[in-house]
């Protein structure tokens, strides 16, 4: 068990001692980012920007401009919220070569509550031309993720989590841009996880073995671009979606695959994440019990998903 | 100093720019008239005097950067680069239309000479501050400028983005205030007041120098007095919006109205085109 953020300010440090370009930029919450170790490096290249997101991309834009590297870190609700005008202005419009890095994505921000628990990020950057919006499932796929966003000429926008989420990916796991990974095999059913979720997945998959249902695990680190063929080839040959996020069930994840489907090969999907809703305060395990994101919601949707299968 | 020769020609210079600047806003018959015009001379000092740019490599590393804020005023920006030669001047024809390279606020993506994407108003200066960090950590000996109108100083981000350029001690960047008074909606100090706008930034720790806007020889001075400043400078420049032909002088009206075919006739005319 690692937390995403922690394998962010760890490959950040890493990518910081290979090149020099790389410069990072906080809002007064570095510690929580996890830049911090590279701001103790590397202090001629961290800039913290204070309490003020909005100014942070736009000067993350203009180091960008100016031949750098940056990578600039929030909380995901201030970075595709407060900044969201900045983001879409200064770096989709141009493809600023400028890395987002979101953390406390989602509803395991916990106790902070739903002020502080980004539920819309990957629908809202998801919509911005030029972007690409990543959310990857734990520890070794997120120093993964950091590096191909590194290597790769343009916006990018990366969602982390605040908790300890369970390891899917090997230590040497590759990240490629665009590419969803097929965890388990299945014929009767496909789950597509993103996140924290796709462990979930994998757990509900484990589940409906047990029950003699086969159940395809498919992981999208990459949001967008979609691996759409890859979801056009499950539903295809399994018939059946559920989709599984820490996020809305409108625009991200869920809505990315039902777009893809309703154009290439329409069959019924469940969509597993927050229903329209915004979250509260409470502990992060219990929120996600709450909210129905858990192997044994996975598990329902798979079933009745199943019982709305043409065939 | 600027020598009395060098004062006369850019004086001329700042002249054809205006009728550049009209032409090309009747031609395409959209745009932004007023906030042009006010520019305009703030703009030729930098690009004919004060900036070290080479049309020949608008990839120089070494060159000093404009950013233009205040976006909408495009067509001062793009007669600036034409005659400095980073385009053909026909090309100026164009504007805004439909595959033009010159869109209606300044792309970098689109054209060459252009730094930075603006006009959203109030983010061109979050990244010419961006940009001034940049040389620093490259260690360029280069300075950045970015001109902004007082109407978009009522954006929260410009104070954002002054407090930074403070705290960081960029001495390489230069702030120029086009101080026209004027918005879409009428007296700025009506809409929004925004003034004491020198006391303003002087409280911000900038170092702050109160220029005529339209007299190259004050706008020369004031930029030379920035180079050797150890905090980063703004120019507070008085302008007047619509400046240089008395039908567009102080009408908030022409903010974003382009001149009709009678309107140039006699503009060309004042400019002795």
């Known amino acids: 068990m690692i937390a995403t953020r922690d394998a962010y300010g760890q490959a950040l440090l890493e990518l910081g001692r290979q090149n020099p370009k790389i410069v990072a930029l906080d809002a007064d919450l570095s510690g929580s980012t996890k830049t911090a170790q590279f701001g103790k490096e590397f202090p001629e290249r961290f800039f913290n920007a204070g309490i003020a997101e909005a100014n942070m991309v736009g000067m993350a834009a203009g180091m960008a401009a100016g031949g750098l590297i940056p990578f600039a870190s929030t909380f995901a609700v201030f970075a595709a919220g407060r900044a969201f005008e900045q ?4 770096l989709a419009y141009p493809r600023m070569n400028v890395k987002v890095v979101a953390t406390h994505g989602g509803i395991t921000v916990g106790e902070d509550g739903g002020s502080h628990q980004s539920i819309e990020d990957l629908a809202i950057m998801r919509s911005l031309p030029n972007m690409t919006v990543l959310c990857p499932a734990d520890g070794p796929e997120t120093a993964a993720a950091i590096r191909a966003a590194a290597a790769f000429d343009g916006p990018v926008y990366i969602r982390l989590g605040r908790g300890k989420v369970p390891v899917v990916f090997p230590q040497d796991c590759a990240f490629e841009i665009g590419r969803g990974v097929t965890l388990r095999e299945g014929k009767d059913v496909t789950f597509i996880g993103t996140g924290l979720m796709t462990a979930m997945a994998l757990e509900a998959a484990q589940a409906l073995a047990d029950k003699g249902i086969e159940a395809r695990v498919l992981h999208m680190g990459s949001i967008k671009p979609l691996d759409t063929e890859l979801v056009l080839n499950a539903a295809r040959e399994t018939g059946a979606i559920v989709t599984a996020e820490e996020h809305s069930v409108i625009g991200g994840l869920g809505g990315a695959v039902c777009e893809a489907l309703a154009e290439g090969c329409p069959v019924p999907v469940e969509r597993v994440g927050m229903r329209d809703v915004f979250g509260q305060s ?3 395990g219990k929120l996600l019990e709450h909210y129905g994101l858990t192997a044994d919601k996975l598990v329902e949707s798979a079933e009745r998903v199943l019982t709305r299968k043409i065939r | 100093m600027l020598s009395e020769q060098a004062v006369q020609k850019l004086e001329q210079t700042a002249r054809e720019l205006r009728v550049d600047i009209l032409k090309m806003l009747h031609q395409s018959q959209s745009g932004h008239t007023g906030g042009s015009l006010s520019a305009i001379d703030i703009m030729t000092v930098l690009f004919f005097q004060q900036m070290k740019h080479d049309a020949s490599r608008p990839d120089w590393a070494e060159r000093d950067r404009f950013v233009l804020s205040k976006g909408h005023a495009a067509p001062a920006l793009y007669a600036c680069l034409a005659r400095a ?21 300044p ?15 109030g983010q061109g200066l979050s990244q010419a501050v961006g940009l001034a960090m940049a040389n620093k950590v490259a260690g360029r000996d280069t300075r950045v400028y970015a001109l902004l109108g007082d109407g978009e100083l009522q954006e929260g981000q410009i104070w954002e983005a002054t407090m930074s350029a403070a705290h960081y001690g960029l001495s390489n960047l230069c702030i120029v205030v086009d101080c026209n008074g004027l918005q879409i909606d009428g007296f700025t100090e009506d809409v929004m007041n925004v003034g004491p706008v020198a006391a303003k930034f002087a409280a911000f720790n900038m170092h702050v120098i109160e220029a005529d806007g339209h007299d190259v020889a004050s706008l020369g001075q004031a930029f030379a007095a920035a180079e050797v400043s150890d905090r980063p400078t703004v120019i507070v420049a008085k302008t007047v919006k619509g400046k240089g032909v008395s039908i567009f002088e102080n009408k908030a009206k022409y903010h974003g109205v382009a001149p009709s075919d009678e309107e140039l006739q006699v503009a060309l005319q004042v400019l002795g085109a």
Not at chain 2, 85 to 105: N, V, W
Not at chain 2, 107 to 121: F, N
């Open chain 1, 87 to 90: 983001i879409r202005q200064s």
């Open chain 1, 282 to 284: 409470g502990p992060a």
């Open chain 2, 85 to 105: 030669g980073y385009f053909p001047k026909e090309d100026l024809a164009t504007l805004r239309q439909l595959g033009s390279h010159l869109q209606g606020h």
């Open chain 2, 107 to 121: 792309d970098m993506r689109k054209t060459p000479g252009v730094e930075v994407c603006t006009g959203s108003l």
